[in-house]
């Protein structure tokens, strides 16, 4: 007995397999995509909130042109604190011409935001933003500006959210529908693999290959049909093949009648303890002037009289008995639905009337071939040994009879 191998009911299947290399190619893909999308957008946020601290500090130094002007620093820090309230920068700085502090504003401590909203805004706004202050053209201070994260945070947070959840959506709709697209491949698969399985187990060469969608597989489904054609008509010859040397070692090749080991195969059949039939007879015949002929008109003549021999057993056998050649001019009968004696000479004497007609040879003569019969009822006797002896011993006491006639004839 073959030991199975234990690996082989860990194996995954083709879908299973289809299904690991669809989710790994989406995950990998879409985490690709979200973190490119992520870093694209952020260096693009990035340059647009550069750009609009840098509109915001030119808006914000025109507002504070007139309190640079007269110097008043009370001014300045009011504009910049009312500007800075509405979260648009968190610190401001306003210089005179010489450098020298005018007013600056900062947000206050309970306002800031968390530490990850402090990253993001050094992130975004690595160094204040510079805008000279400029009164008819000439520059009377510089003002200094430093970004806020409170709406870019949000912005960024949302956008993320966004962006993951249609990455998500993307992925569950890839999917779905690469298992869609893989519907027809497995079902190819296990078409062909159901054939090939029913083939090898159980023998059934008339199994085939339904039609694929896929071209390569309803190219490799048309070979494997024609394959099956041909191992279909190779085992169709291999049986005609064994049932033609089944036949042969079965029968005669002279006579066509079943042969001695045809013969004993019935008789076993038929004295087996579990199908034993008591109403049967075994008959052993032989030929009294088959050798006359022989030797008087030759083989070829004792050929003919042997096939009309056995042509005649035929005709009495039909479908009710079973007729044998055992050899030269020997032959036996086993008659069925026999139950005494009687029964057993009557049959025995219609086979006589039939086979003991004359027979016309190739030449013209005619010649009567006489059998000596030995007659065993199968209700007498126990083994299949035992009424072969039975039978075979009474045909030698009928062939001595038909001696003794002969010799009393003459």
């Not at 260096?43 to 914000?60: D, G, I, P, R, S």
């Not at 620093?73 to 910049?80: C, H, N, P, R, V």
């Not at 056998?317 to 086993?334: C, K, N, P, S, Y």
């Amino acid at each position: 007995m073959m030991n199975k191998d234990p690996s082989i009911s860990s194996r995954p299947t083709f879908k299973r397999t289809l299904r690991r290399i669809s989710i790994t190619s989406v995950v990998i893909t879409m985490l690709t995509a979200w973190l490119l999308l992520s870093v694209a957008s952020m260096l693009t946020l990035k340059q647009y909130a550069q750009k609009n601290l840098e509109l915001l500090c030119a808006t914000v130094s025109q507002s504070l042109e007139a309190a640079v002007v007269f110097r008043d620093g009370t001014a300045a820090y009011e504009t910049l604190a009312t500007l800075g309230k509405q979260g648009q920068f968190t610190a401001a700085q306003v210089l005179d011409a010489s450098g020298k502090e005018l007013t600056n504003w900062h947000l206050n401590s309970d306002e800031r935001h968390d530490m990850v909203g402090g990253l993001v805004s050094k992130w975004l706004f690595p160094r204040p933003i510079e805008q000279p202050v400029l009164h008819n053209g000439n520059v009377i201070g510089k003002m200094r500006l430093t970004g806020t994260d409170t709406t870019i945070t949000h912005f960024v947070w949302l956008s993320l959210g966004v962006l993951t959840t249609c990455i998500l959506l993307a992925a569950s709709l890839a999917l779905l529908i690469s298992r869609h697209l893989h519907r027809d491949l497995d079902n190819a698969l296990q078409n062909i693999t159901g054939v090939v399985h029913d083939v090898r187990t159980n023998r059934n060469f008339a199994r085939r290959v339904s039609p694929e969608k896929i071209e390569e597989f309803h190219i490799f489904a048309q070979d494997f049909n024609s394959l099956l054609d041909e191992m279909e008509d190779w085992q169709k010859q291999l049986q005609l093949k064994n049932a033609s040397l089944q036949r042969t070692a079965m029968h005669d090749p002279l006579t066509g009648l079943a042969n001695r080991a045809a013969f004993r195969q019935a008789l076993d059949e038929l004295m087996a303890p579990e199908q034993r039939d008591s109403g049967s007879a075994l008959l052993f015949m032989d030929g009294d002037n088959f050798k006359f002929i022989n030797d008087t008109w030759g083989h070829a003549a004792g050929d003919v009289v042997l096939i009309e021999v056995a042509s005649r057993l035929l005709q009495f056998t039909r479908h009710d008995h079973q007729a044998f050649r055992l050899g030269g001019d020997e032959f036996a009968v086993i008659l069925h639905s026999v139950a005494d004696n009687a029964a057993a000479k009557e049959a025995l004497a219609h086979l006589k009337s039939i086979v003991e007609r004359p027979i016309s040879l190739l030449n013209g003569q005619e010649i009567t071939m006489t059998l000596s019969v030995g007659v065993a009822l199968t209700k007498d006797i126990a083994s299949t040994d035992s009424l072969m002896e039975t039978a075979d011993r009474n045909m030698y006491i009928e062939k001595n009879k038909q001696r003794q006639l002969l010799i009393k004839q003459k």
